[in-house]
Each structure stands twice: as structure tokens, then as C-alpha cells.
């Protein structure tokens, strides 16, 4: 369908389509309507799991169902994500775990599981594929649709076919997700955000201006604490002041920022969906139950870590282009350095020599909680590990890494040791995975 087309109403318990202005759908009484002047004319979506880690713990434990439950790791630790009931309470991710269970005490909490996590992610991406090939991932748990010309193929509008597909998900996977439906990227992501959990949420093309007016300018995508800071200091606080200014002061003031914002607080987004295969953040990190600051504390470590981004690395279609050394300081600073690989990588050799160079230039005395170690871009994993003329040992290295990956697969990830790993006997720590 295309703008201008007959308003209507669906309904996301049974999937009646029926009139617009219904409170009620006409067929089953829910009071769950999806209806908009435009939801004919709009096949641009966003797809975002609520709560995504905990509600897959709840599904796999339902006595969890009603309790408020934190996926992070022990008390020195930090939220990955937690259930609306945490929230509620004022538990957000990322604070530390000593200060959610402050303001939620009788949380349970759980370790991340970011395997099972991944899997399930897969799974609610495959279905949006079975009704799009216009695909693209931002994160494990989120990603766009365009819908645009499968109308005819479904046999429905596109607002109808998300419906169908929110129900899909829930009843076979188990987890519940929000849907934005707009014109563009950056409105169909501002749109699934609004009625969480389980929400449906439309903005048109006429009601783009005035939602946007007073929205925070925090609202638009990419506008952090830095920006917000330098926008505040010149007296903007509110989308509606920048749809006020010229593009060319915005420019003028903030450079080519200026333009961007300038054209989202306008609700101008050009981007198509761009359709690509799994949106990847491998990366795998720690944090210390005792602060570490030592060299020989912290490369076993960083060699076990170093393993487990390369065993996900060789799981996978793709290699390291780069790496990233991340370190979080007993008083919570974050320090994150990369290098770039002169050739993309998945050995763990490779990854730990690297981690290990960045590691080096960090040891001055400070104390750490937390290390960790990615990847910092991506290539095709066939253009991974070419020979190294100049190491005369890679190749060597590179076979023997390859006889611990068969014999791990055979036997067990901890069946075989390397020389930085075996009997290593770090502090007792909190995996994370992401």
C-alpha cells in the first residue's frame, strides 16, 4: 500500500483488520489496536527484543517470571541488562552490581550467556528474513526491516505482516519485542522505543515536526553526553530550537555535526537499509573479585580471553582487522586502545601478541577491575593469516594453534592448556561477553 491509501486498524491479538477509530477490535475485543491515518503508506521498521537477555533467563526459568532478575556478574560487576521490575526500581545496565542490588535487593541475579543469547538473536532474524530480504542488524537484539513491495508477496499491508510477526516471535521463541514503524531509520528507531514492552508505535509523515518539536535533543541518535554538554551551553535543550535555526549556523557552530543535526531535527534521513549478513560484536572480558595491576596477573588473563575472541572469530564468517585493549580502573575509569592488524586475523596468537603490546603501555602502577579484548573492525575470514614472510615462526605457531582447536572440539574447551594458561591461578573473576 502507498500513502493516500484507506486508513485502518489491526488488531495484535488476533490480527483483524478492521476500521479506523476502533477502541476495541471488532473481531476479539482486545483493546490492542494498531492503527495510525498512515499505517498503510509506511514500511520502514525497527525491531527491538525487550529486555532481551533477562526475558530469555525467564523463559528458561519461569519461577523467575514475576521476580525482578540482573544478567551481570557478581558484586563487583556491572548490569549488562535487567527485567522492566529492576527498572522499575531503578536498576539500569551498566551501573554497578553493588548499586543495583542497593536499589533492588531481592534481585536474582544471572551470568550472562551470550552464546544462548546470540542463538536466540538468530532466530528472530531469521524470521524477519522469511518476510524481507531487507535485513540489517544494529545489535544481537535489534535491527530494520523495509518492507517496501512485499505487500503483494504477503498478500497484506506491511503494518499487518509486523503484527503477525511480534505475535510469531513470542509464541515460538518466547520473548516479546517492540516494533517502530515510520518513513525512515531514524524515526522507525525513535518509534519502537516508545511503548516498551511489547509495544507498536507509528510516526507519519505529518506527525514527524510536531513529535519531533519536543523530544530532548539527547533524543536523536549519536547526540552523548558531549554533545548534549556543548548544545547545552549554547541554551539547546529541545529538538524544536534546532528545527528553528538554519542549517548553516548549525554547521557554522558544530561543523558538519551541525548538518546532521540540522536534517534529523527535521526528521530528514536518507539512509536505505542496508542488508548484510550478522551484525558482530565479538569481543570477551572479565572483572577481577580483587584489583589486579601486575604483568604476570594479567597476561594469563588476557591469553584466556584472547581464546575465547578467537574461538567465536573462527565461528564465524569473519576475521579481525583490528583490536581493541579495553581496562577499567578500580575508581571505574575506562581506558580502550586499538591497533590496527597490517593483515585480519583469528588466530588467538595473533590477537593475544597484539592485546599484549597495548597491555604493556598501560601497566603504570594503576590498579584494574576489569580487562578485555575484541575486535575493533571486520573482513571476510578468508582473507585471514596469510603466510608471514618476515615472522619466520607464524606458520609453525599457527599449525600448533590449529591441533589445540581440533583436540578442544574433541575433547573440551579446558582439555588442553597453553604455556600462559596452564595452572594459571587469576583472582576469581565475572565472565562477560558481548
Not at 532474524?125 to 522469511?130: K, S
Not at 505529518?206 to 548534549?228: C, E, N
Not at 535543550?237 to 548553516?248: K, P, S, V, Y
Request: hydrophobic letters at 40%; one cysteine or more.
Amino acid at each position: 500500500m502507498v500513502a493516500g491509501a484507506p486508513a485502518f486498524s489491526v488488531c495484535r491479538d488476533c490480527h483483524h483488520v478492521g476500521s479506523p477509530g476502533q477502541r476495541r477490535c471488532s473481531a476479539c475485543g482486545s483493546p490492542r489496536l494498531a492503527a495510525h491515518p498512515e499505517l498503510g503508506g509506511l514500511q520502514l521498521a525497527h525491531l527491538d527484543c525487550d529486555a532481551f537477555y533477562a526475558s530469555i533467563e525467564k523463559r528458561d526459568a519461569p519461577h523467575l517470571a514475576d521476580k525482578p532478575v540482573i544478567v551481570g556478574g557478581g558484586t563487583r560487576g556491572v548490569v549488562t541488562t535487567c527485567c522492566y521490575i529492576a527498572r522499575i526500581r531503578g536498576v539500569r545496565s551498566a551501573m554497578p552490581m553493588f548499586k543495583a542490588l542497593k536499589l533492588c535487593p531481592d534481585a536474582v541475579v544471572v551470568r550472562p550467556a551470550m552464546e544462548k543469547y546470540a542463538a536466540v538473536g538468530r532466530q528472530v532474524r531469521q524470521m524477519m528474513r522469511d518476510l524481507t530480504p531487507l535485513v540489517e542488524p544494529l545489535s544481537i537484539d535489534e535491527a530494520f526491516m523495509d518492507l517496501a513491495g512485499t505487500e503483494r508477496l504477503h498478500g497484506e499491508p506491511s503494518a499487518v505482516t509486523l503484527v503477525k510477526l511480534a505475535s510469531r516471535v513470542e509464541r515460538e521463541i518466547g520473548v516479546s519485542v517492540s516494533i517502530g514503524l515510520s518513513h525512515n531509520k531514524f524515526l522507525a528507531k525513535m518509534a519502537s522505543d516508545l511503548e516498551k514492552p511489547r509495544g507498536f508505535s507509528v510516526i507519519g509523515r505529518r506527525d514527524t515536526h510536531d513529535f519531533l518539536k519536543i523530544r530532548p535533543i539527547t533524543a536523536i541518535w549519536g547526540v552523548g553526553d558531549a554533545m548534549a554538554g556543548k548544545l547545552r551551553a549554547d541554551g539547546l535543550t529541545r529538538i524544536g530550537q534546532l528545527q528553528e535555526m538554519e542549517e548553516a549556523e548549525l554547521m557554522r557552530r558544530y561543523g558538519v555535526t551541525g548538518a546532521r543535526l540540522s536534517r534529523l531535527s527535521r526528521g530528514i534521513d536518507m539512509r536505505s537499509v542496508e542488508p548484510r549478513g550478522e551484525a558482530k560484536s565479538i569481543s570477551a572480558e572479565t572483572t577481577f573479585s580483587v584489583d589486579l595491576y601486575r604483568m604476570d596477573e594479567l597476561v594469563p588473563i588476557l591469553r584466556r580471553l584472547s581464546e575465547k575472541v578467537s574461538a567465536r572469530l573462527k565461528a564465524t564468517d569473519l576475521a579481525a582487522t583490528g583490536i581493541t585493549l579495553k581496562l577499567k580502573s578500580a575508581d571505574f575509569k575506562l581506558r580502550t586502545r586499538q591497533r590496527k592488524l597490517a593483515d585480519p586475523t583469528r588466530l588467538a596468537d595473533r590477537i593475544f601478541a597484539c592485546g599484549r603490546a597495548l597491555l604493556e603501555n598501560e601497566l603504570d602502577g594503576t590498579r584494574f577491575r576489569l580487562i578485555g579484548i575484541g575486535c575493533a573492525g571486520f573482513a571476510p575470514a578468508a582473507t585471514a593469516d596469510p603466510d608471514d614472510l618476515v615472522d619466520a615462526g607464524f606458520a609453525k605457531r599457527a599449525k600448533a594453534e590449529a591441533a589445540l582447536d581440533l583436540l578442544r572440539n574433541r575433547f573440551g574447551e579446558g582439555a588442553i592448556e597453553t604455556g600462559f594458561t596452564y595452572r594459571a591461578t587469576p583472582p576469581k573473576s565475572d565472565p562477560h561477553r558481548s
